[in-house]
């Protein structure tokens, strides 16, 4: 679904919306700027991770005040996407929410946050690492739904 300014509608999702779908919404509205009106949320929602947090606030994103949102509510609320993207990794968590069509849904497993383990400087290397994944992938989206020029 395009909404009424024809921007393409994006939702992230994952279990909690304390992590990956909030790293993926914050990418794509700095990457994609106005092409896309984005969203995310989870099937559980949670308070955002500290690490993910700290990694974002490293690459000039504050969310500090960011809140998580239950993907349930959208739905109830009638709200309609073009593309709804679970960003958890379906072998691993058996919660990872899958919705029956209308749209275009796609999966890009991402691990978990919350399952980091080491030191704290080792799972604030593992969020770098999974953030900067993250931003990879939505350059690619972002290319990949680019409208052809018209010439």
């Known amino acids: 679904m395009a909404s009424v300014d024809d921007r393409t509608k994006v939702l992230f999702i994952c279990v909690h ?9 914050e990418y ?10 984005v969203e ?5 929602p949670t308070g955002l991770d500290p690490l993910i947090k700290q990694v974002m606030e490293e690459d ?3 969310l500090r005040d ?13 709200r309609l996407f ?7 990794d379906r072998a691993n968590e058996e919660e990872c929410p899958i919705f029956p069509r209308p749209f275009v849904q796609l999966n890009w497993p991402f691990p978990d946050p919350a399952a980091f383990t080491g030191t ?4 604030l290397e593992q969020a770098r690492t999974l953030r900067d994944s993250i931003r990879k992938r939505i350059q690619q989206f972002v290319e990949e739904t680019k409208e052809p020029s018209k010439s």
Do not use: M
Not at 40 to 44: I, R, T, V, Y
Not at 66 to 78: P, S
């Open 120 to 123: 704290e400087d080792e799972k």
């Open 28 to 37: 794509l509205k700095r990457i994609g700027g106005d092409r896309f009106e």
């Open 17 to 25: 919306n304390s992590g990956r779908s909030q790293i993926a919404e």
């Open 82 to 88: 073009k593309y709804v993207i679970t960003v958890c």
């Open 66 to 78: 960011k809140k998580t949102q239950a993907v349930w509510d959208l739905f109830r609320e009638g």
């Open 40 to 44: 995310s949320a989870g099937f559980k």
């Open 60 to 62: 000039g994103f504050d």
